[in-house]
């Protein structure tokens, strides 16, 4: 299989860079907490109608305020998407309560299944898997389930185990009739998303993979998420080369990312090998949903600027 090296930017047509950047952001879904207040209100504000709000899963956070958010959100004309954390389930009735609501009242038919970040599982599921195995899923109206991947690899779990994971819940979502894609988490390290991802798809070809990436946030804000969600390594190399990684923090916006995975699809597709596919990107508003949305909109309606000859991207929010 032909490696693709991260492409230098100036390589890439300006106007095929602005194509690849509206793609990769055009139909972007976007993260949002029951902790925000209004937060349904602001979504329907600065979203477009259908738009996937996923619904994170805080540490004290119960499932019935999820499902209330969900069905708020579904009532304001926007697409619901729960994570559900299967080391935080007390026991297989409440997963079937939850989701016999969020699908009945919000219309809910993708999760997020992630295993959660509890030391110790509340209930008898160790594992995102172990609760898939269970069918509770596709019993109670779901049809489509995303996993989280991890460029960077976890903090917790050697790599041969999460590709031993991926294939257990990949067969166990087939036996179902369940369709199965893929989050990323957030990622400084662009390199690190495309390789993760052209890894992946090389051993499941058509697997949808959503690209995560930290939304416009000021730079305190994205250190504590990034120590948090176990990507400190992007953050660490600050101190030891410039780059993008630099430019992103210095920013405290997603333009430095954004722009490397285009310039890379744009190169990968000159020189004719296979490039990673994303099926969309996945915004986390640490900044805010307004924040995050207006900067998304932006792109989309291609309110965006390439400067210089590495094609610098600068995004028009006003």
């Known amino acids: 299989m032909t490696t693709l090296q991260a492409p230098e930017p100036a390589v890439a047509n300006p106007l095929d860079m602005r194509a690849a950047i509206q793609a990769l952001v055009r139909g972007f879904s976007i993260e949002a907490t029951v902790r925000t207040p209004n937060v349904a209100a602001d979504c329907a504000r600065w ?3 259908g738009t996937r709000v996923y619904i994170s ?29 299967a080391r935080g389930l007390a026991n297989l009735q409440t997963a079937a309560d939850f989701l016999t609501r969020v699908s009945g009242e919000a ?17 008898p599921f160790e594992s995102s898997a172990a609760l898939l195995a269970t069918g509770v899923l596709p019993e109670h109206g779901i049809r489509t389930v995303e996993v989280a991947g991890y460029p960077e690899g976890h903090p917790d779990i050697a790599e041969p ?25 957030f990622s400084f390290r662009p390199e690190r998303i495309t390789a993760w991802t052209r890894q992946v798809q090389a051993a499941h070809a058509g697997l949808p993979v959503a690209v995560g990436i930290a939304g416009p946030a ?3 804000t994205l250190l504590k998420y990034a120590l948090r969600c176990g990507v400190a390594a992007s953050v660490g190399m600050l101190g030891k080369q410039s780059g993008s990684v630099l430019r992103l923090i210095s920013e405290a916006g997603p333009e430095p990312v954004v722009q490397a995975l285009a310039a890379q699809s744009v190169v ?30 932006a792109v989309e309606e291609g309110r965006f600027g390439l400067a210089g000859p590495d094609h610098h991207l600068s995004v028009g929010t006003v």
């Open 57 to 85: 899963m805080l540490p004290g956070q119960t499932y019935q305020q999820t499902a209330a958010l969900a069905v708020q959100l579904a009532r304001a004309g926007l697409t619901p998407v729960p994570h559900v954390t």
């Open 47 to 49: 979203l477009a109608p």
């Open 268 to 297: 990968a597709q000159a020189v004719k090998v296979e490039a990673a596919q994303f099926a969309r990107c996945h915004l986390f508003s640490f900044g805010g949903i307004e924040r995050t949305a207006r900067w998304a909109r």
């Open 218 to 220: 000021n730079v305190t």
């Open 161 to 185: 185990l999460l590709q031993a994971a991926l294939e257990q819940k990949l067969a166990l979502a087939r036996a179902q009739g369940l369709a199965l894609g893929v989050m990323t988490q």
């Open 107 to 123: 219309g809910v038919d993708r999760v997020l299944l992630l295993g959660g970040d509890r030391s110790m599982a509340a209930g």
